[in-house]
């Protein structure tokens, strides 16, 4: 079982209703008919929990596969309806634990790769399981500010379909905000690398480099994740007055 499972289970079992179950409620119970309509769950209760058809509809056609008696976990979306009923939801109850792998990733400041499904004028749309989340354009390092608006939309069209590097910077079930950053994703990304790279180096290995600047102590060397500096000394076999005349960028 995943963590965000476990947490999902803990916090089902730490939720034993007392009295009327209140709109949120996470309940597990077992399905005990399915018709055309929806299906009915046993949830332990005075009243039975309905799960309406539309509701049903909303998950994936590999995820709807249910059988009488499967135990199943539901969300309450009604503890009373207009016809007595106890509505309760298997797709909400479902994206509470995305909520949780959201939030659990967020913690621990980890990276995840998924490829954005759509974009807007204000940024990506990015698909985690059940969930959308957004990358705001600020937090997108190949859209530079001062685009026009036709150059805009084109770049963020080209993202659409490949697969990129985010992290989760807020995680708001109540308000259904998910967000994430390539940005500060590539920037993690880079000084993993570089520490990676530091510490597989070793004295007297031959490594190449792509100049990156100049300066009059000496150049700077990207070999692959980290900048090294050549002195202006070792440069060349003869002294030289100016790295500009040996290299370029």
């Known amino acids: 079982m995943t963590e965000a499972g476990e947490d999902l289970a803990a916090l089902l079992a730490g939720q ?9 409620d ?17 949830l332990g209760l005075k009243r039975d929990g309905v799960v309406m058809r539309s509701d049903l509809e909303r998950l994936h056609p590999e995820e709807a596969q249910f059988q009488v008696g499967d135990p199943i976990a539901v969300m309450v979306i009604a503890p009373v309806d207009s016809d007595g009923n106890l509505l309760v939801s298997v797709a909400q109850a479902r994206e509470s634990s995305d909520w949780i ?40 390092s190949n859209l530079p500010r001062g685009l026009e608006e036709e150059e805009r939309m084109s770049r963020l069209a080209d993202m659409v379909g490949t697969a990129m590097p985010f992290k989760i910077i807020e995680v708001d079930p109540q308000r259904r905000r998910l967000v994430l950053s390539e940005r500060k994703a590539v920037r993690q990304w880079r000084q993993d690398k570089k520490k990676e790279l ?6 007297g290995e031959v490594r190449t480099g792509v100049v990156t600047s100049l300066r009059e102590f000496g150049a700077f060397v ?9 002195h202006i000394s070792e440069i060349d076999w003869r002294r030289i007055e100016d790295p500009g005349k040996m290299l370029s960028v």
Do not use: C, T, W
């Not at 034993?16 to 949120?24: A, D, F, N």
């Not at 990207?222 to 050549?230: C, F, H, P, R």
């Open 26 to 42: 996470l309940l597990e119970g077992h399905i005990i008919s399915i018709d055309s309509s929806g299906m009915i769950v046993d």
């Open 16 to 24: 034993e209703p007392q009295g009327l179950p209140e709109r949120g």
């Open 198 to 203: 530091i510490e597989s180096l070793k004295e």
């Open 101 to 140: 792998e959201a939030r659990r990733l967020m913690e621990a400041d980890e990276i995840l790769e998924a490829a954005p499904s759509g974009y807007n004028k204000g940024g990506l749309i990015v698909p985690f399981g059940r969930l959308q989340g957004f990358v705001p354009a600020s937090h997108l």
């Open 222 to 230: 990207d070999i692959g994740g980290a900048d090294g500096l050549i």
